[in-house]
């Protein structure tokens, strides 16, 4: 029975400019995040040092599987629940909604109290040389405590979105990113807390944002909100299996930027990978755009395909590609124009290291001309529940093509080489992103020729 689908936003026919009003709150929340992200990691070189910086890369292995577990949970879990709302099946939508947080809080807490008992070895594991072991170990103890509280951020971030309400998802990240900054500057440039305080500063925005999250979803009276949770496990293995990946990515991530610092360690030793890390911190801003245009899109995409709706699943598609293409354009001049300016934020002038992250910069922007419609094509893949396809996206432009080129790469151009893997591989993605988009349009609905000719005349209705 539909008992509210006929006000949740999800169910009002899309135009290019709804759509891209709707995706908004999201694009906002991301880039929001991705930018007190980066302030995070400014503090931190200009009141601690640039091998305290280089340290919170050395770490981000380890915070990028824990960001990958929440974001695989949330992202095949929201597929379910909007593809189950968009068919009326709203309680059982709330209970496998509920199901899923409390599945990834357990999780969670089990990862808090792991992490920080075997955190020496896994400091070891992950790279720290001398000089960064000390600065890796606190800044960890602190995160890994808090793991529950990154989960549920990335949870209920995600679930607002599938509530039909994405300007709630906007509100906890300008919240919990103004905490973040605000405790930074304080532990930081007042208190003097050292790598320990930018920690402190992170764990308390996403612990703000969990809190808000919670709150909203337990005061709702009708849409989405927590029910009794469901006993029926398979949900968790479905959304796991449909949201692969994104944990696909985020390990990745985790792998690569473990590639990234040993490769930099042996060419340029601590300054290598804090220039490393300036670039794939100004790598995640822009990212953030494409992540979360494609988050606040898919559950549209799950919506119209649940509701068997294809003129709309068709418009959808054709106003997000021009979008992605508009997008990736000017983002990759930017960031080639404005390279030297982003490398002054973190590392002085002249400096080795801005010297470095400049220049790796420039040359890492043209992979923005590829990233924006692969990062579509998997989360698009993923809203239709196809997490086959969706895990292949991300699977070559990550694990299948990034370690290859920064292990072959550096030995043949030195440094530049190890700027040029991730344009490589975003290319070679971009060929299959689009072909596999192309040949499953007919599949899916939203490239048949009566249902882009319905499309276009909606489109141009509205």
């Not at 998802?169 to 208190?191: E, K, Q, R």
Request: with cysteine.
């Amino acid at each position: 029975m539909h008992d509210s689908a006929s006000v949740n936003p999800l169910a009002q026919k899309q135009s290019a400019g709804s759509l891209i009003r709707f995706a908004l709150p999201s694009v906002a929340t991301m880039v929001f995040m991705g930018l007190y992200t980066v302030v995070d990691v400014v503090f931190v070189a200009r009141f601690v040092s640039p091998d305290a910086m280089a340290s919170i890369n050395i770490a981000t292995p380890a915070i990028n599987l824990i960001v990958g577990f929440a974001t695989m949970l949330a992202t095949g879990g929201n597929a379910i629940v909007a593809t189950k709302m968009g068919t009326g099946c709203e309680r059982e939508s709330r209970r496998d909604f509920t199901l899923i947080a409390l599945s990834g809080f357990v999780v969670a807490a089990l990862v808090a109290m792991l992490g920080n008992a075997f955190l020496d070895p896994l400091v070891g594991c992950l790279g720290a040389t001398p000089a960064l072991k000390p600065y890796c170990m606190d800044y960890m103890a602190i995160i890994l405590a808090f793991a529950p509280a990154i989960v549920l951020q990335v949870l209920f971030q995600n679930a607002v979105i599938a509530a039909g309400r994405p300007g709630v998802g906007t509100a906890m990240a300008v919240v919990c990113g103004l905490s973040n900054i605000a405790f930074d500057y304080l532990f930081l440039a007042v208190m003097g807390l050292g790598i320990s305080g930018a920690a402190w500063g992170t764990v308390t925005g996403y612990t703000v944002a969990a809190l808000m999250g919670f709150a909203f979803f337990a005061s709702r009276k009708g849409g989405l909100r927590f029910a009794k949770p469901s006993r029926d496990l398979k949900v968790i293995a479905k959304s796991c299996g449909n949201g692969a990946s994104e944990m696909v990515s985020q390990a990745a991530a985790a792998v690569t930027t473990f590639l990234f610092n040993a490769a930099m360690l042996s060419l340029a030793e601590e300054a290598g990978v804090a220039a490393v890390t300036i670039v794939i911190y100004a790598q995640f801003l822009v990212a953030s755009l494409f992540i979360g245009f494609s988050m606040g899109t898919a559950p549209v995409i799950s919506y119209d395909y649940g509701s068997g709706d294809k003129a709309a699943l068709s418009n959808v598609f054709r106003s997000c590609l021009k979008c992605i293409a508009v997008v990736s354009v000017a983002a990759c001049i930017l960031a080639f124009l404005l390279a030297p300016a982003l490398s002054a934020l973190f590392a002085e002038p002249g400096s080795p290291v801005f010297s470095m992250a400049s220049a790796g910069l420039a040359i890492f922007s043209t992979s923005f001309l590829f990233s924006g419609l692969n990062t579509f094509a998997s989360a698009a893949f993923t809203a239709l529940s196809n997490g086959r396809l969706s895990a292949l996206v991300s699977f070559l432009r990550t694990f299948g093509l990034v370690p290859l080129c920064i292990l072959l790469l550096p030995r043949l151009l030195g440094i530049d080489g190890v700027w040029m893997a991730v344009p490589i591989a975003e290319a070679v993605t971009f060929a299959l992103a689009a072909t596999l988009l192309f040949c499953n349009g007919n599949r899916y609905g939203y490239r048949s020729h009566e249902v882009v000719g319905a499309a276009d005349k909606a489109a141009h209705g509205s």
